[in-house]
Structure formats: structure tokens, C-alpha cells
């Protein structure tokens, strides 16, 4: 069994690192002096450290994201950690029904489940301590917003200018600098900086889709002029696809359902094979400073809880209420609106899951319905809202897109597909300075009206061309949907693979060939996303667990 496991880029305290000394030598140091959780709230920077004691306790943590990941399980060997879950699932492990589940729910698996029985990823910002037989598993941080600074717009400006620049400045290892670049904000702030930093232009890599409504990359262009960076760019295909689908899905140690991972593979490469070595990556900066649509959209919902009770209740409620109200184009729309409204956050934030939408017993089948709990997921996201010490809902919807969106979705795809495209990546959008002075700044500065990350695009305005300032996010966005809708042989290979997953008794064999044949074509955009996570599934079986059937 592994003793210990440093894996990152950890930024201790001067106080707490002797000259010369490693890792190694620091985190023993620190867990005698103030404890698990002590300890690895005392470190920032990316990081995932496990180790055994002398007297048989064992440590492990992750950092505020989990830019890096450790898994664990209690087996008779004793207690045993690995970076993947399928270091330690052993060959023929049973696979996790209720992981499986969430997968399609989430389209990932949020930790701290894993797809294998018995295994778990250890959370974002949690240490997990085996001492004497017991399992603890704790957070040492959790998100906390404010005191709000009372500084001036023009004070916050420069202070968050000089922050990109040190965290940017802090990415940097001394090779070729480089970076991926969408043309959105977050990927065109990384490449500006990166000049700033280094004294000369970056690098850039970008991806491209022959699809209208898709490609960016005249905004990337844009940046790259405004820059001056040495840009590359390449075209993602249908065949592309086909090609890179088996090799991501079995890379990743469980299901894995973004689909910019596999442009984001072929960015990674082409930057590979000109040498270079670690690219950098805007993931982030929404999260942090409020760029998401849905943040505006949740404040529109919003609006009606002002609205009088009585008004709401006496009036709006039951008139939307009728049949005949909610059936009639353009009223209609009022109905779905006091619906949302009425409903809680987050559960509203999963309005249009799929899997919610089509019916849990429409999409999958009785023997696999049988064995999860279907409400455990709506359990989860309730807990992980909750978690936010925050006063205000934007930040406690950011809070919550921090585990779910940033640590179990974003950062993984591009970490694993950096990983195997054989680079390094970092985030500088997450340096913890950075999201301390985020968490420091007003409300209206993130959300002002409708307008969405306020602050950020007005600190920047000046740097950024206007361009980039004014245009809608998009990022690497796959446009598999009116690919497999329109593209023969795309579409063949997506409906052999969800067939798969019938023939292994997740999902129903008349739904899985009613969504290709028929939901797909109606609707390639939204059909096209379940098409893609189950495909990706089966893929994943096929490299893991080639022989799973459900029992």
C-alpha cells in the first residue's frame, strides 16, 4: 500500500517551510502543529496530499476545488488512497447502481461517490482521517462571503488587476507560456496577462466547429490581435469525434459526461506537439465574479416573491392556475414563470434536467430503478446550498456552482484531458487570493440589473478589446446534437453506443431507440446532450467494466 501521495503545486506559509524543505517535509510538520484540518487550511494553491503515520492514522485532503483528486476505500488490506478511483476498484469491482444514477442526473459523478462500490472521492476543501478502525470526513473550508469592502470602484480595479497579474505571474513555470483561448472573457483575460506577466505574448490555442451559432473563434482571432499572441487554431470534425470519444470516456476513472472534453483533448494536443508543456485555463472567473445567465434568470423569478401575497395568491395563482390559461400560447408563458418562481433554489436550477423532464420511469429501466434512490440527488444539491455563509443569493448560487459546476465538472475536464494529452494545466482564475478579494466585493458588483459580472468587465475595460466585453459566452461548446442529427455515420456510432446501454439494462430499449431516431432530429440541441452522456457511458463500460449487466 501507498504510505503517502503529494500531488500539486501547494503554497505554504513562510512560517511553516524551512529552507529547502519539500512537501514532504512540510505537510508532517503541519498536521503535528495544528491537525488535519488545521493543517490544509493553512495551505493554498492547488493541492491533494494523503499520508500514513507511524502510529496508523492516515491523512488525506484536497484543496478549496480539487483542482487535484484522492480516492479512498476501506478493503482487507486496510485502509487504502489512490489520485483515481480505479486505482483501487480492483479488476471486475461492482459498480455503484446509485453512482450510475446521479451520472445521468448530473453528468458527472459528484463526489464523494465514485462508479465503483466502496470507493469515494474525498470532497472539495474536505480532509477525511482514518485513525483507529473510523472514517471522519470534514471540511476545513467552506465559503464565506464578506465583510464588504467599502473601497472605492476605482481602488477594487487596480487591486484586481494586480491579483490577475500575481496569479497569472504564479502559473507561470518558466516554459513556454500558453494558454487556451475560447475569445471569451476569462481565456482572453489569461492570454492578456500572460503578456503583462511575462514580458512576451502567449501562445494561444483555440478550437473551431464548421456549425452556425457555434464557432468563436473570431472572437479568439480578435483577442489573439489585440494581444498579439502566437496563435493556433483547429477545427474540430464529426469524424474527430468518433475518433476521440472512446479514448476520453475510458481515461477518466468514472462516466464523464462534458462534452467540451473532447475539443478540449484536440486544443491540448495540437499545443502539445509544439512543445508545449503546460497551458493555463480560464475556468472560473463566472463562478467567481457572476457570469453565468442563469444568475440573471434566477433574479428575474425573483421579482415575483416582491410581488404582494395576496396579489400572488388571490389573483396571478389561480387565473395561471386554469387550464385553458395555461394552454394558450403566450399566456402560457405566465404559467411557467410563477411555476419556477414558486419554486425553491436550488431545486429550480434543475428545472430542465433531463432526466426530470422525460420521467425517471420513461428513461430508465424498473430493475434499475430499483436499485437507487432517485431523491438523493435533490438531498445533495439542498446540502451543498446550504453550506454558503453568504447573505445574499448570488453569492450562495456561486458557492453552489463551485462544487457543482467548477470542481466536479470544469476542472476535471480540462485537468483530464491536459493529462492525456501528456501537459500540465493551471487555473489562475481560482488562485486564492483572487477568490478571497471575490468574496469581499457587493452583490450589485457581480449582478447589477440584469447585467451579469459587472465588475469584472468594467475592472477590464481597456485591456479587453470592447469586442470580447459585449459578446455572449460560449466557450468550447460541441455542437454534437446537429452533428448526430445530420451526419450518418456520427449518428450510427451514438445510436450503437446508447443501445449499449439498453442492452445493459440502464435505459429501456424502446426509449433508447425513440431518442435517436425520433427526439434527436426534433430537438437536436437539448436530446443531443442525453444522447452524448449515455454514449459516453457506454464507452466508458466498455473500456472499465466491459461486462456489466444489471443483475
Not at 457543482?404 to 476542472?411: I, N
Request: hydrophobic fraction near 45%; glycine fraction near 10%; proline fraction near 6%.
Amino acid at each position: 500500500m501507498t504510505d503517502q501521495l503529494y500531488l500539486g503545486t501547494p503554497r505554504f506559509d513562510a512560517g511553516d517551510v524551512p529552507a529547502g524543505a519539500t512537501p514532504a517535509q512540510v505537510w508532517p510538520a503541519l498536521l503535528a502543529r495544528h491537525g488535519p484540518a488545521g493543517a490544509a487550511a493553512r495551505v493554498s494553491g492547488p493541492f491533494a496530499f494523503a499520508l500514513r503515520e507511524p502510529s496508523g492514522r492516515c491523512v488525506l485532503a484536497v484543496d478549496r476545488f480539487a483542482m487535484h483528486t484522492l480516492c479512498w476505500r476501506l478493503s482487507e488490506r486496510g485502509f487504502e488512497f489512490a489520485a483515481r478511483a480505479d486505482e483501487l476498484s480492483g479488476a471486475d469491482a461492482p459498480l455503484d447502481a446509485q453512482a450510475l444514477f446521479d451520472y445521468l442526473y448530473f453528468h458527472v459523478i459528484p463526489s464523494p461517490r465514485t462508479a465503483y462500490q466502496g470507493v469515494h472521492r474525498v470532497p472539495p476543501g474536505h480532509v477525511v482521517v482514518f485513525d483507529a478502525g473510523k472514517v471522519t470526513v470534514m471540511p476545513f473550508w467552506r465559503a464565506s462571503f464578506g465583510p464588504v469592502t467599502t473601497d472605492s470602484f476605482e481602488a477594487l480595479r487596480d487591486r484586481f488587476r494586480h491579483l490577475l497579474r500575481q496569479a497569472v505571474e504564479r502559473e507561470l513555470d518558466g516554459t513556454r507560456a500558453a494558454c487556451f483561448l475560447s475569445g471569451g472573457t476569462d481565456s482572453s483575460t489569461v492570454a492578456g496577462m500572460i503578456g503583462v506577466a511575462s514580458g512576451r505574448p502567449a501562445a494561444t490555442y483555440s478550437i473551431g466547429f464548421e456549425a452556425e451559432g457555434y464557432d468563436e473563434m473570431e472572437f479568439a482571432r480578435t483577442a489573439a490581435r489585440h494581444f498579439g499572441t502566437e496563435h493556433h487554431e483547429y477545427y474540430v470534425t464529426p469524424e474527430d469525434v468518433i475518433a476521440g470519444v472512446p479514448e476520453v470516456a475510458g481515461w477518466y476513472d468514472a462516466p464523464f459526461g462534458n462534452a467540451s472534453a473532447v475539443p478540449a483533448l484536440f486544443c491540448a494536443r495540437q499545443a502539445r506537439t509544439q512543445g508545449v508543456t503546460k497551458l493555463l485555463a480560464g475556468d472560473g472567473g463566472d463562478e467567481l465574479f457572476g457570469g453565468n445567465s442563469r444568475y440573471a434568470t434566477n433574479k428575474v423569478f425573483g421579482i415575483y416573491q416582491a410581488v404582494p401575497a395576496a396579489v400572488r395568491r388571490g389573483l396571478m395563482e389561480p387565473f395561471f392556475g386554469m387550464g385553458w390559461v395555461a394552454r394558450t400560447p403566450g399566456l402560457k408563458k405566465g404559467t411557467g414563470y410563477i411555476r419556477q418562481a414558486n419554486m425553491p433554489l436550488p431545486d429550480r436550477t434543475q428545472v430542465f434536467n433531463l432526466l426530470r423532464r422525460m420521467g425517471h420511469d420513461q428513461v430508465l429501466t424498473a430493475d434499475f430503478l430499483r436499485q437507487v434512490d432517485v431523491g438523493s440527488v435533490e438531498r445533495q444539491q439542498r446540502e451543498v446550498w446550504a453550506q454558503a455563509s453568504a447573505e445574499n443569493e448570488i453569492d450562495r448560487h456561486l458557492a453552489y456552482d463551485w462544487r457543482y459546476t467548477l470542481a466536479e465538472a470544469d476542472l476535471p475536464k480540462v485537468r483530464g484531458t491536459t493529462t492525456l494529452a501528456g501537459l500540465d494545466v493551471g487555473f489562475p482564475m481560482l488562485d486564492d487570493d483572487l477568490l478571497a478579494f471575490s468574496m469581499t466585493l457587493p452583490a450589485h458588483y457581480k449582478l447589477k440589473g440584469l447585467r451579469l459580472r459587472w465588475f469584472f468587465k468594467e475592472a477590464l475595460r481597456g485591456f479587453l478589446p470592447d469586442a470580447i466585453l459585449t459578446k455572449k459566452k460560449q466557450g468550447f461548446g460541441l455542437p454534437f446534437g446537429m452533428w448526430a442529427s445530420r451526419h450518418p455515420r456520427l449518428k450510427e456510432f451514438a445510436a450503437e453506443a446508447v443501445a449499449g446501454c439498453a442492452e445493459r439494462g440502464i435505459v429501456g430499449r424502446a426509449f433508447a431507440s425513440d431518442l435517436v431516431e425520433r427526439k434527436l432530429p426534433e430537438v437536436p440541441y437539448y436530446y443531443g446532450t442525453m444522447v452524448w452522456i449515455l454514449m459516453m457511458m457506454e464507452h466508458w463500460m466498455r473500456a472499465k467494466a466491459p461486462h456489466f449487466r444489471l443483475r
